[in-house]
């Protein structure tokens, strides 16, 4: 397994796979851990916490370098991702008890009835590459908050990363086997969720993926939360305040290179204010420096490897070939790596990969509409359903129209954005179950009941 550095090619560090023996050993350490851990108090465990929220802090610049090298991405921004992660630790350090409390429910007056969260045990993460850091904090944090152990599959091109994180949890103290990297390709995923002591699985990734994991899981009757890929609606209202929403537009399609499944991808504009966003959308997305990830100024850095910009560029002449029109960009940059323009295209046919797939990287399209209507109907247009965001100076219509998305999370003016307070995921073809938050917390419980009979039983029988 190689890290290559994206922008320059340059192999970083090569990998050995563990072998059979080394993964056995791996989910024996996760097994024999996961029972001592379950019992350690919530203080303890926020105590462990809060240690790795400060050597985060402490490890931004390095941490943010990695994944510069590992997957290209612009140095400010990783420095974004670790402190986001230093957050979730601490939220979770400080809301995991008050989240995961025993429910009072309540039952006859001569008995009592409650509910209890308590752990599942090992549960298998695998993570994607674009937020190396931030999707498997989003999942470690509450997952061993809530005294569950980790073992991450990471993608391929970020071992380091994934060793990284690993680090970041010996050394705040949490114990050997509490949360485990295993360095290994997706050939093997399928025998870990197998294992008996695998208890459960989260993927973030495609939906292709997705469906690999749940059938894996499935078999074996096992918990999974999925989040995948979306084609993100970004709804422009006649009344939207336009200098606001177009600066935002072009940052949510270009931020971590548009390799995001939350990124704004497809732009539903009405016609009244069509040509006047899409002046503004296009200056910005020329806009933005295209560069060197490690120049504190650039916006945009190389894409995560050759196939994926390869992949990228074949939609956009795909979709030109059925007759969209590129306004700005649309072709692979004259430069050593994977870099490729902030691009525009319009007038895209309904059949079109632009209209039908989700586009990972930082390719916009922008479809006009006649009305709010056919705005609602137009952004619903997908078989994903990850986010989804609507812009109006009249906050009344614009949280109606969020009501309307078929998605997991929407917003009246902002950009789709994930938050530890408040729970992330999809519907449709993006995923199901909920991360962070009190939802994300109790997906990977068991929701024991508990009835404390005072009195006589009723004795009768009922299933």
């Known amino acids: 397994m190689e890290s290559v550095n994206p922008a320059t090619g340059e192999t970083i560090e090569t990998y050995d796979e563990p072998s059979d023996e080394d993964v056995e050993a791996t989910l024996r350490r996760a097994d024999e851990t996961a029972g001592a851990w379950a019992e350690t108090s919530f203080a303890e465990r926020r105590s462990l916490l809060e240690a790795a929220a400060e050597i985060l802090r402490e490890r931004t610049d390095e941490y943010a370098e990695l994944m510069t090298e590992e997957m290209g991405k612009p140095i400010t921004q990783g420095r974004s991702e670790v402190e986001k992660c ?13 989240h995961l409390q025993d429910e009072i429910v309540g039952a006859e007056s001569e008995a009592r009835a409650l509910v209890s969260y308590e752990p599942l045990g090992p549960v298998l993460a695998v993570m994607p590459w674009n937020f190396p850091f931030w999707q498997v904090f989003r999942f470690a944090a509450p997952g061993l908050a809530a005294g569950n152990v980790g073992i991450l599959k990471h993608a391929s091109n970020v ?11 010996r050394d705040a103290g949490f114990p050997d086997g509490a949360f485990q990297s295993l360095l290994v390709g997706s050939d093997k995923i399928e025998d870990v969720l197998d294992d008996d002591r695998v208890r459960a699985a989260t993927l973030t990734g495609s939906s292709g993926a997705g469906r690999a994991i749940s059938q894996a899981a499935g078999k074996n009757l096992k918990k999974t939360v999925l989040e995948l890929g979306g084609s993100d609606p970004f709804v422009v209202l006649e ?5 606001q929403t177009v600066e935002t537009a072009a940052w949510a399609r270009v931020q971590n290179t548009g390799q995001s499944c939350i990124a704004a991808k497809r732009f539903v504009v009405v016609e009244d204010v069509y040509e006047e966003f899409l002046d503004g959308f296009v200056g910005e997305m020329e806009s933005f420096t295209v560069g060197d ?27 030109v070939d059925a007759g969209a029109e590129v306004l700005t960009g649309g072709e692979p940059m004259d430069r050593e790596g994977p870099y490729y323009p902030p691009t525009v295209l319009v007038d895209i046919p309904e059949d079109a990969p632009a209209a039908t797939e989700e586009l990972f990287g930082p390719v916009a399209s922008v479809f006009r509409v006649a009305d709010e209507e056919e705005a609602v109907e137009k952004a619903n247009d997908t078989r994903f359903g990850l986010g989804a965001s609507v812009w109006t100076e009249d906050l009344d219509r614009g949280e109606r129209f969020a009501r309307r998305f078929e998605a997991g999370c929407t917003f009246v003016n902002e950009m789709v954005k994930s938050d530890p307070r408040v729970p ?22 068991n929701r024991k009941t508990i009835w404390v009979q005072h009195g006589a039983g009723s004795g009768t029988l009922v299933e």
């Open 424 to 445: 992330f995921g999809g519907v449709k073809d993006s995923g199901y179950g909920r991360e962070l938050s009190r939802h994300g917390i109790r997906e990977f419980v």
């Open 293 to 319: 990830p490690t120049d504190e100024d650039t916006d945009v850095g190389p894409m995560a490897r050759e196939d994926l910009m390869d992949d990228l560029h074949e939609q956009v002449r795909a979709s």
């Open 239 to 243: 009344d939207a305040p336009m200098e």
């Open 159 to 169: 071992p380091g990363c994934a060793l990284a994180i690993e680090e970041v949890f």
């Open 86 to 98: 230093a957050w979730v630790c601490d939220y979770y350090a400080e809301r995991a008890e008050e």
